[in-house]
């Protein structure tokens, strides 16, 4: 063997057990999420389209995700483990995809190498890979689509790759409404191609007619049902969410909308690494325009479109049509954020000849600054600040009723000693229990049956917590779409007329005196 060929054959070991390292560093920081997490509320409902009967417009809003679940539900079961599975399943899957990609467009195994580090230990990432919901598939769809996208640039446009470039954009679109972005950057493209010789232009009408059919043919029933009492996000508000959700890693960085405050040693970090990556952004997204001016090429475009198109496209969408915007929607483009981010700092890095390994510490620091708390700043500081107003307003015995579509949650607030084997029957209850603020939640609901809780498991609930006879105070969700639990809960509850405003992060929500007689 020659000593190139020895030298290649090391280097590519090299590589190869880098790029499996990066793998089982995400696998250990995700895998201990799914025991430690339980399941809240959006989790609760997507257990619910995945094992009932009736859910139809609500299951055509994430067809594919739902579909798939039935279909793992019915094979394990729904655990909280078993149901969040999958998610993480789908996060691992996209370090492979994300790497090829990157190698796709850069060429480069240090590009990719310190792109996947960042993404493994992002930890807007890490939350949502132990998240019974469809955002990491739809980014596993978004990485496929980019690579088929520039297996279309490169001009070897054949009829294997975009027939799979339509087949992942419909999947992404029946996944999530915001699959609709990459229905509108590759309709340019499949026009292009069937105005070549070698493809029938019918041909291409059809597959874009099919386009259209899918697209504005899944009616999503969810945002014209709920436009009528979301608020109205401000735009500037949304664009330093995004940029800081994606700097910093957590789900609502910083929102003055959910009524609460970050202390400012956190909020400082914040905008810190979101200033500091969000340089190195811009850094990049400047190389990239100029070398794809400089090589007359759309292919360095890919990312930087991707990065900015869906964005820029739901803050328009979410300002003029449906007025809300979550950034848990954009994992998806985190990938692009952080392959451009990557861009910027390696070239500032060859300018001032920095090593890598002192470039890779600082951009993992700034990427998971809570690294320590797994998933940095989420939900549960939101639950905390909701925490506070319910034991301010109602004390520590209080019972949180939050009815959803065909099922019903409760979040018992009293120690954190109530356990699932304490709820009498057969009643199978998913809970999570926060060391933060001592949260139980359970969600009566029998996924066996697929049926509701009834009066009687509710007065059985009652008794096993020795509330009969006590004041409560619940909060009613009473708007919701398609919600028919409301009535049946006011016949079964002697509700006090006076109601009390307090803030929940879905409007129509107020807090309601009772008494504990079923």
């Known amino acids: 063997m020659s000593l190139h060929g020895s030298i290649t054959r090391n280097a590519n070991l090299g590589v190869f057990f880098g790029y499996t390292a990066i793998l089982v560093l995400a696998l250990a ?139 992942v954009d419909l999947l992404a679109l029946f996944t999530h409404p915001y699959g609709l972005f990459l229905f509108g950057l590759h309709v340019p493209l499949l026009v292009r191609a069937g105005l070549r010789p070698k493809w029938p232009f019918g041909l291409m009408i059809l597959i874009v007619g099919l386009y259209f059919l899918m697209a504005f043919g899944t009616e999503p029933i969810e945002l014209q049902a709920q436009a009528r009492y979301l608020r109205r996000p401000q735009l500037l508000g949304d664009v330093y969410n995004l940029w800081a959700t994606l700097s910093y890693g957590g789900d609502r960085p910083y929102n003055s909308g959910l009524g609460f405050e970050l202390d400012e040693p956190l909020l400082l970090r914040c905008r810190i690494s979101a200033g500091i990556l969000g340089t190195m952004f811009l850094l990049g997204l400047g190389l990239t325009l100029l070398e794809a001016r400089r090589s ?33 929607y954009f994992l998806v483009v985190l990938p692009p954020f952080l392959l451009l981010t990557v861009t910027g700092t390696l070239f500032l890095a060859d300018r001032l000849r920095l090593p890598l390994p002192l470039i890779v510490l600082v951009l993992a620091g700034l990427a998971s600054p809570a690294l320590s708390a797994v998933f940095g700043l989420t939900t549960v500081q939101a639950w905390q600040a909701i925490d506070t107003k319910l034991r301010q307003q109602a004390g520590d015995r209080a019972l949180l009723f939050s009815p959803g579509v065909q099922f019903l949650n409760l979040i018992y607030y009293r120690d954190a000693r109530f356990l699932v084997e304490d709820f009498p029957g057969d009643l199978e209850a998913y809970f999570v229990m926060l060391s933060t603020h001592q949260e139980t939640m359970l969600s009566l609901y029998r996924p066996a049956e697929r049926s509701l809780c009834s009066a009687k498991d509710l007065e059985a609930f009652s008794t096993s917590c020795e509330l009969r006879g006590e004041t409560l105070w619940l909060v009613l969700q009473k708007e919701w779409p398609g919600n028919d639990t409301w009535a049946a809960l006011m016949q079964n509850l002697a509700c006090d007329p006076e109601e009390k405003e307090i803030f929940f992060p879905d409007p129509g929500v107020t807090l309601v005196r009772c008494q504990a007689d079923f």
């Open 29 to 167: 920081i995700r895998l201990p999420l799914l025991r430690e997490m339980g399941v809240w509320y959006d989790e609760v409902f997507s257990l619910v389209m995945s094992t009932m009967d009736g859910g139809e417009e609500y299951f055509r809003l994430q067809a594919v995700y739902h579909l798939f679940m039935r279909g793992w539900v019915a094979l394990f079961g729904y655990s909280p483990i078993a149901l969040k599975t999958p998610s993480l399943l789908f996060a691992l899957l996209s370090f492979p995809c994300f790497i090829a990609l990157t190698l796709q467009l850069t060429g480069s195994h240090r590009h990719a190498g310190v792109a996947a580090l960042l993404l493994a230990l992002a930890s807007f990432h890490i939350y949502h890979s132990q998240e019974a919901r469809p955002y990491t598939l739809l980014m596993l769809l978004f990485i496929l689509s980019a690579s088929l996208t520039a297996v279309l640039l490169k001009r070897r446009e054949t009829p294997v790759a975009l027939t799979a470039l339509v087949l």
């Open 296 to 328: 007359r090429s759309l292919l360095p475009l890919i990312a930087p479109l991707w990065c900015i198109v869906p964005p820029l496209g739901a803050l328009v969408f979410s300002t003029l049509v449906f007025p809300v915007f979550l950034p848990r």
